[in-house]
């Protein structure tokens, strides 16, 4: 995959303004997908489908802490676009 095809697949992806949100407060904390529900104000469906989406991405990553999973953006190029967007 190329340097633009890349870049095209993240940009795809952070182009529903509900992802831009959760990337948004993921880069200030952790979270899991309760917390992130309660912040939006959205169904935990709807929430746990843009986390899918995201983490298909390669954009953030879960990691389980006993019953919970609590996500993290680890795609440097994803945190550059999302620092370009503030």
């Not at 104000?41 to 919970?68: C, E, F």
């Amino acid at each position: 995959m190329s340097k633009y095809e890349k870049t095209s697949k993240i940009l795809k992806v952070l182009s529903h303004s509900v992802r831009l949100q959760i990337v948004a407060g993921l880069l200030k904390n952790e979270c899991n997908v309760s917390e992130i529900q309660e912040k939006l104000g959205l169904p935990q469906s709807t929430i746990s489908q843009h986390l899918r989406i995201l983490k298909d991405a390669g954009i953030i990553k879960g990691r389980r802490a006993g019953t919970v999973v609590c996500y993290r953006v680890i795609n440097e190029l994803g945190r550059k676009m999302m620092r370009l967007i503030k």
